[in-house]
Structures are given as structure tokens and as C-alpha cells.
């Protein structure tokens, strides 16, 4: 009933209940009920016209909208047919596409992933600057054109999506004004752009190269929104817009990718998901401050996991702060999106979460020996004898004569490799991969005898390795027959590129006494190896403290001193200012000589202060 309902507009034209239930039991005698028919005017009594209904019927089953044309049967009333239930189906998914297609576009719109494109027609042949130029005088509204573009016959100007009066404003002059005598004729069109990363909007370097200082590579964005360069860039929602924080985005890519702080305080942030790219921009930012914007929840921080060397956050003044019952709550809640934080609102993470536990650096730290188990040896002579031969083996290993290492190797020796996490970019370990040209996540062989072993050796990247004295180690076994101990520390792997990568590893030996007249004794080797144990991580964290005078070592081949490692980086420095400043209330200037004064240590620097302030020896200027 309910389909026939849907299929037949029935009129009784006043016949009786009775009557009308015979015509519809009528209808449904009929051989096979036509759903497809769609009779725009109303048949005469006596029934349907089936030739008619039939054609048109077939009209709709072209289309590819309806069904089979219907054979009426005999009825007294009076049928209007309407649409069949196939073409109800379609047409239903008709507004369904018509709909997403709708919300796709609002969603792009709302996010400002679009612009506005006049299509100016030139028959005077005019340059662009002209046609511009006098086009803006022709409007009241402002107008800043983000590209410009001539062909043969038109001249092409764009505006971002915060200028839609404008544009509208410039459709209008369509016809009505004339370059060089000649009338001009104005298309406008809305263009979406494609990505999820495009952004209409585009922001000169030039707005934001006052706020970042070189030197320190800190890029000060706090209130922004505030700046009277930015007001031709204003949109809802402001830095939480898609558009306009895709926009600051290009913008540091293009001209500063390697800031060390970024500070977005006072901006009346809400949301960060615009900001999901900041990460992958910005891979040395150390020190974040969203202080004193609109954030709700610390949900969405998750916006922000890939800031992964972010160690310094600010997020004080935010309401989401109101929400956090104690500190160690808010610090776990903060570090469930930002594993790598030190330092959260200038005070110390009381339990950070463990170096190299999580992301690539859980590899570094399971390649690196724990510091306690280096301080235990069985005796100094066996200490002695150890540093001898790692020094004779890696002054080997580190230079071009690899191949004679096969003398150190006893006849039925092994030697393994094994890399637990190839990784991704340029830094990944893919060259260890020696024996197989498939891609893989981790690599792992072992070949036995000195021959194989030194081909082995020979085919993997140069390296540099740090001395001997620098290395740790730990002696498991020493028990008059063979010692076995693990070294670890770091090398430099030269490519062809200037600058080297940096490497964590861990060997694992098992020496024997070389029996005097041996080929191992001949060639100078008091020891001979049983078993060789390779692992090896990328360690980018550590080589991104190397800056200058050691990079420049590095790159030359000479491993870096301890005393190069203690110095902090430029990146370090500005960190270690933003905490003590946060935590002292002093100027920049005077947090900086107070570091340098204490060789960069922040206890000592936080000490001293404390002292100075308790006797009153700080000037009033020191806060100012």
C-alpha cells in the first residue's frame, strides 16, 4: 500500500469509500504494476493508457532512473502517475552526492582553502601594474592583490579569501570602467584549492622579519593578531584559522625551517588543529609558548605531536589549566602528547618521560650502555689491555684498510650486525642493508671466518669513532681464558654530503689470548676475536648539538672532544634563558650574562640569583 502510495496519486473525484477500494483492487489485478511511468496529465476514466505510461517508462529506464513501463488494469478513477520508485532511489542519491559535494566545499571555505580570481578582459593591451592600479582606485573597498598574471588576452588578478567585498566590489566595475579607451569586462570565479595544506591566504616574509632575531633564531609572534601588518590578513577565528596559520607555516619553511623558539602567546588560540604541520616544518624548535590563548582542553596538544624535540613548553594563562586537579596530573596529561617535554611553564618536569623510551631514540638508549655498568672493571690491567686493543682495532676499522682486519679474526670466528630500526629521511641506515637490495624496517646478518667477516666489514659506511678513553665499556667476562666485554659511544658516518651522521653503537667482543707463532701474534694482535657483535642507531638528537667549530670538526674527521660537547648550542642557550627568565622575573639581558657568568648551568645560575636578590644586590634595571 505504502509503495502504491508512493507510486500513484489517487483522486477519487467523490466516489464513495467502496468504490474507491475496488478502482485500487483493481490496480492491483493488474498483471505487473508499472513503477517506472510517469503520466503528467490526468487519463481519462476507463483506465490508464498503457501505451503512454509504457513510453514513458522507457524514457526513465534510459535515463537510468526508473523502472518498467506498467499495464493498467480497468478503473473508474481518475490516476495521476508520479515518479517510480527507482527514480525516487536516484534521485535520492542525486542530493546526497549534490550534498557532500556541498559540505566538502563549506568545509574548504571555512578553512579559507580557496580564493577569488578576476579574469579582466584587455583590449587595450595594458600592463598589469595599470589595469590594477586602476581598478583598486575604482573601489572604495581595500584591495592587495596576492598574484598577478598576463596572457594574450586577459590579465588575471587573485585575492585571498579575507578580501570577498573587494572582489565583489570589482565584479561590479564589469563594463563600466576603461583602460587605454578601451571598456573592460570583469569575470570573477571562487576557486577551491586542492590539498589539505593550501591556504589562500599568503603573507610576505617581509610582516614577519621584524619578529625573529637571527641570532637566537627566535621567532616572537605574540600578539600578533594585534599588528597593524596584519590587519589586512584578519579572519574568523584568527590564528586558529586553517588559512592563516597554513600561511605563517609557508612562510618559516621558506625562511627560517630551522627557528630554535616560537611564540604564538596571546593570540587568542583555541583550537591547534591548523597547526598539525608545525612539527614537520620546524624539526629543531626546542621551545614553544602558546601562554595566554583560549586552549579549552590539553587534547589538543595532540595537534602537536609532531613537535618531537620540542623540550620547552609554556602554557600558563590558558583555560584549560583551570581543569588540571594537581601538577603531576597536568604534567602527564602534557607528556601524553609531547613525550620529549623537560620543562613545562619554566619549572622542570618532574617525571619526564625516560630518554629514547619512546621513538627513535628507545633504540639509541638500548644501544648505549647504562653509565653505572662502565665504572666496574676486574682488575686495571685488564682495563689497560682492553683500551689497547680497541685502539688498534678502530684506528683499523675507521680507515680504508679494513680488509687486514681478517688478521684478528680466529679461523672459526663470528661477527653480527644488527639494526633494530632502519629509519626514514636522509639519516636512515639503509646502507648497513648490505646483502639484500630489498627495502626493510630492521637488518640483521651474521657471517662466520676472517675472509667473509672482512668483506663484511669493508662494504659498510666510513666512520670516524670517538677514542678509545671516551668509549664505555663493561667487562662480563674474565675468567683466565677468554674476556668479553661491550663497548659503546657514538661514530661519525661520512657520505658524500658535508656534513656526517651520527651514529649510537654497541660492540660486543670475546677475546682469547693469540697463541704465540699464531698469524694473529705475527701481525701484532696479543688478543684474537672469537665473536664480533655489531648494533648500531641513528642518533640525530646527538648530532644536533653540534654546532660550529665542532660540526667543522666532525666533518673533517676528527671525533669531538668532551670539552666541545659542553658547550650549548645556540638552541640550548635560548632555552636555558626562557626557563631562567620565567623562573627569575629578570630581563633578557641580565639572564643571559647571569648564565654565562655560571658556564651555563641553570642551578648554579638560579643559585646565584637567589643569593644576589636575598643581600639586594640586583639593580632595579635587572627587571625592567
Known amino acids: 500500500a505504502c509503495q502504491l502510495q508512493r507510486s500513484l496519486c489517487v483522486q477519487p473525484d467523490g466516489m464513495s469509500a467502496a468504490l474507491f477500494g475496488k478502482a485500487m483492487g483493481g490496480l492491483g489485478g493488474s498483471k505487473k504494476l508499472g513503477r517506472g511511468g510517469a503520466g ?87 600592463d ?67 590539498g589539505d595544506n593550501a591556504s589562500g591566504i599568503v603573507i610576505p616574509p617581509e610582516v614577519l622579519s621584524p619578529r625573529y632575531s637571527i641570532d637566537t633564531k627566535f621567532l616572537n609572534l605574540s600578539g600578533l593578531l594585534s599588528d597593524p601588518l596584519m590587519i589586512q ?30 611564540d604564538l602567546s596571546n593570540n587568542g588560540i583555541t583550537n591547534l588543529s591548523a597547526w598539525r604541520r608545525l612539527g614537520q616544518v620546524t624539526k629543531s624548535m626546542l621551545n614553544l609558548s602558546l601562554e595566554g590563548n583560549g586552549i579549552n582542553t590539553l587534547e589538543e596538544l595532540n595537534h602537536l605531536k609532531s613537535c618531537r624535540s620540542v623540550t ?53 638508549a638500548s644501544v648505549l650502555l647504562p653509565p653505572e655498568l662502565s665504572a666496574v672493571w676486574p682488575s686495571e690491567e685488564i682495563r689497560q689491555g682492553c683500551l689497547d686493543f680497541l685502539r688498534q682495532f678502530f684506528t683499523i676499522y675507521d680507515s680504508e684498510k679494513r680488509d687486514s682486519l681478517h688478521m684478528a679474526y680466529a679461523e672459526e670466528a663470528t661477527f653480527t650486525l644488527h639494526v633494530a630500526s632502519v629509519g626514514i629521511g636522509k639519516s636512515n641506515l639503509s646502507k648497513y642493508n648490505i646483502y639484500s637490495k630489498k627495502k626493510a624496517k630492521s637488518i640483521k646478518f651474521t657471517r662466520t671466518g676472517p675472509v667473509d667477516i672482512a668483506s663484511a666489514l ?4 666510513p666512520t670516524t669513532t670517538q677514542s678509545a678513553d671516551e668509549l664505555s665499556m663493561n667487562v662480563f667476562q674474565a675468567d683466565g681464558v677468554a674476556i668479553g666485554f661491550a663497548v659503546s659511544g657514538r661514530f661519525q658516518e661520512h657520505r658524500s654530503s658535508a656534513t656526517p651522521f651520527f651514529r649510537a653503537f654497541r660492540r660486543t667482543f670475546e677475546l ?41 670538526a666532525g666533518a673533517a674527521g676528527t671525533a669531538p672532544t668532551a670539552a666541545a660537547m659542553t658547550q650549548p648550542t645556540a638552541g640550548d642557550q635560548q632555552a636555558l634563558a626562557v626557563q631562567l627568565q620565567t623562573q627569575t622575573g629578570m630581563n633578557e639581558a ?27 644586590q640586583l639593580p632595579p634595571e635587572a627587571f625592567v
Not at 565583489?168 to 577551491?192: C, F, P, Q, T, Y
Request: a positive charge; proline letters at 6%.
Open 458 to 461: 669493508k662494504r659498510l659506511p
Open 233 to 262: 590578513f584578519q579572519t574568523p577565528g584568527g590564528l586558529s584559522n586553517h588559512a592563516i596559520a597554513t600561511a605563517i607555516i609557508n612562510v618559516i619553511k621558506q625562511n627560517c625551517p630551522d627557528l630554535v623558539t616560537l
Open 128 to 194: 598589469v601594474a595599470t589595469v590594477a592600479d586602476t581598478l583598486t582606485a575604482a573601489i572604495r573597498e581595500p584591495c592587495s592583490f596576492i598574484n598577478k598574471r598576463q596572457t594574450k588576452n586577459s590579465i588575471f588578478l587573485t585575492l585571498p579569501p579575507t578580501a570577498e567585498r573587494a572582489a565583489n566590489a570589482l565584479k561590479r566595475l564589469d563594463g563600466k570602467v576603461a583602460i587605454n579607451g578601451h571598456s573592460v569586462s570583469i569575470k570573477l570565479e571562487k576557486v577551491m584549492l586542492k
Open 590 to 616: 641580565f639572564t643571559l650574562q647571569c648564565l654565562q657568568s655560571n658556564a651555563w648551568d641553570i642551578a648554579a645560575a638560579y643559585a646565584n640569583f637567589q643569593q644576589l636578590q636575598a643581600s639586594g
Open 512 to 552: 682469547v689470548p693469540s697463541l704465540p707463532g699464531s698469524p694473529q701474534a705475527a701481525q701484532g694482535w696479543a688478543v684474537t676475536i672469537q665473536s664480533d657483535k655489531l648494533e648500531v642507531a641513528n642518533d640525530a638528537a646527538f648530532g644536533r648539538e653540534f654546532t660550529g667549530g665542532a660540526a667543522a
Open 312 to 364: 620547552t613548553l609554556m602554557l600558563s594563562n590558558n583555560p584549560a589549566l583551570n581543569q588540571q586537579p594537581d601538577r603531576i596530573t597536568y604534567e602527564k596529561r602534557v607528556l601524553k602528547h609531547l613525550r620529549g617535554l623537560q620543562n613545562l611553564d619554566g619549572s622542570p618536569v618532574s617525571s619526564p618521560v625516560p630518554t629514547g623510551s619512546t621513538g627513535p631514540n628507545k633504540f639509541v
Open 40 to 126: 503528467r496529465k490526468p487519463k481519462p476514466a476507463g483506465g490508464m493508457d498503457t501505451g503512454s505510461d509504457k513510453k514513458k517508462g522507457a524514457q526513465y529506464k534510459k535515463k537510468g532512473r526508473g523502472g518498467k513501463g506498467g499495464k493498467g488494469g480497468k478503473s473508474n478513477t481518475t490516476v495521476v502517475v508520479a515518479h517510480s520508485n527507482s527514480q525516487l532511489k536516484g534521485l535520492a542519491r542525486g542530493k546526497k552526492g549534490k550534498g557532500k559535494q556541498s559540505l566538502k566545499q563549506k568545509l574548504q571555505e571555512l578553512e579559507g582553502r580557496y580564493q577569488y580570481r578576476l579574469q579582466v578582459s584587455n583590449p587595450g593591451n595594458g
